[in-house]
């Protein structure tokens, strides 16, 4: 066998060893498979793990917006008519928020920790001086106080004596600042001596600067990747006992900061909110790519603060049968002290259009209301995120209270907050790498049979030119009679024909 014969079979060889090799790791997914089960490893709340200290100390800044809806006709709104509201905002301020006290309990299969939140409030980012620009907006603190003693005749007497004495009325006009954290209000400082519990200081973000929600308590995530980040007890407790169902008290999902790697479409995510006092949950919309990473749109549906008629699920979150509001809507008075507080989207965002249409000045917009997380399907790292939630109050004539006899029972909004969060481009670097790798190693089979693939047609190619030269030297090296004696003769060669003897005799 000469040299190039033992060059053509062993790029034969090569070849088919590339294509069988790569084809069968490509079905049995080993690559894919040892790659999945590093990011288990990995992707765990647990000291020296890739992920544990940004999740201690998130890198990517977040930003609090707020917006207010200003009453423009106030004494209109006061005899009965349709209440006009005009949008001021957004104020924004810088969020802070790192984790402290962070332990493992549980023989390291938990952690807990706290969560303070620190606001800082940035001018640049906002439509003004919170300290000057004034809201007028419904007087919140009397119409809790009301509610409350509104059963009470010698109670409602009382302080409706005394809002008049005060000069307290349905509306209030305040500041920014003072309507986010916070200012003495004349109603509750007349109460709070003969009831202590009743602090008299009022703001939509009183006592949240610097403070946290409670004790989390978190899966690692080393047990069950599926686990990874998943709040097992809040407060101390493993469920809530405010609402009317064990489905509705149960604390499910993450605190929106974490997810599990390897996310699909189909799945439904949960988050625990303390501001809704309950657990929402998330469905995939569509792809998209933030800074070039891809990731996984998921979104709030209807079905999440639907009517009970639209999802019986949500009766639970009906305190009583008179407590249960349309869709759209979250009572969570429970959680606030039995002030008449009801959660929604912007602008009544996927709520029944009665609601909107009742103020005039709102306008739901799915681009700017819709609260959504964009997650990179591989790592289940949050690349992007918007929370939007509206702050109402329900207000309605109240029995002993001459100041509502012309009010139309109504859910008024007060304020709403867009909390974002986009990956910075650090972070985005590292994760663009880890991706790259990712995607190199779980495509390497692929890369053996594109070479097999390659050589293959070289391997066809050598056989082909192999057979053509034998052919040639064969017919090169054959017997053939010559007919062309003359000319040759004429171009004065000694031309000797091997042509067989005769013998004459």
């Not at 059963?151 to 009382?158: A, G, Q, R």
């Not at 403070?211 to 686990?227: A, K, L, P």
């Not at 992007?384 to 012309?406: D, H, V």
């Amino acid at each position: 066998m000469t040299r190039r014969s033992c060059a053509i079979y062993g790029v034969g060889i090569v070849c088919a060893s590339l294509l069988i090799i790569g084809i069968g790791l490509v079905v049995t997914q080993v690559f894919q498979t040892l790659i999945h089960n590093r990011l288990k490893k990995e992707i765990t709340l647990t000291e020296g793990s890739r992920v544990f200290e940004t999740w201690k100390n998130p890198p990517p800044p977040v930003f609090m917006q707020y917006f207010f809806f200003n009453v423009t006709n106030p004494d209109d709104f006061l005899v009965g008519a349709k209440p006009i509201v005009s949008q001021v905002g957004p104020y924004t301020y810088r969020e802070y928020r790192p984790k402290e006290n962070v332990t493992f309990v549980d023989n390291g299969t938990r952690v807990s920790a706290y969560q303070p939140k620190t606001f800082v409030f940035l001018p640049e980012r906002s439509v003004g001086d919170p300290d000057y620009d004034m809201i007028t907006t419904i007087n919140i603190p009397a119409v809790a106080v009301m509610n409350k003693v509104k059963d009470s005749f010698w109670k409602s007497s009382m302080v409706s004596i005394w809002m008049n004495s005060l000069h307290v009325g349905m509306l209030m006009t305040r500041s920014v600042n003072e309507l986010l954290w916070g200012f003495k209000d004349p109603l509750l400082s007349r109460i709070h001596p003969m009831n202590p519990e009743i602090d008299e200081y009022f703001g939509l973000m009183y006592k949240k600067n610097g403070s946290n929600d409670g004790e989390f308590v978190y899966h690692t995530g080393e047990e069950d990747f599926m686990n990874y980040g998943r709040v097992a007890t809040f407060k101390g407790e493993s469920k809530l006992s405010l609402w009317t169902s064990e489905q509705s008290n149960m604390i499910n999902g993450t605190d929106g900061s974490a997810f599990h790697p390897l996310l699909s479409k189909t799945e439904r995510l949960y988050i625990f909110s303390p501001d809704l006092c309950r657990s929402i949950f998330m469905e995939f919309e569509k792809d998209v790519k933030v800074k070039g990473l891809p990731a996984y749109r998921f979104t709030p549906p209807r079905d999440v603060l639907a009517s009970k008629e639209e999802n019986p699920a949500n009766e639970g979150f009906c305190v009583s049968p008179k407590e249960c509001l349309g869709t759209g809507l979250l009572k969570v008075s429970v959680c606030r002290k039995g002030a008449p507080v009801v959660m929604s989207f912007p602008h009544f965002y996927l709520g029944d259009e009665k609601y909107s249409n009742a103020i005039e000045g709102l306008d739901p917009v799915r681009e700017h209301h819709q609260t959504y997380l964009d997650l990179n399907p591989t790592t289940g790292v949050p690349i992007r995120a918007s929370k939007r939630a509206q702050i109402n109050i329900l207000i309605n004539r109240i029995s002993g209270f001459p100041k509502t006899k012309f009010l139309n029972e109504t859910i008024f909004p007060v304020m709403f907050i867009n909390e974002t969060v986009v990956i910075d481009d650090v972070s985005a670097a590292k994760l663009h790498k880890l991706l790259l790798t990712a995607m190199l190693v779980s495509n390497s089979p692929l890369v053996l049979v594109g070479l097999g693939a390659i050589l293959l047609p070289v391997f066809i190619g050598l056989i082909v030119c192999e057979y053509k030269q034998k052919k040639s030297t064969k017919e090169d090296t054959s017997y053939s009679p010559v007919s062309n004696k003359e000319g040759d003769e004429k171009n004065g060669s000694s031309y000797v024909a091997l042509t067989p003897v005769i013998d004459k005799s």
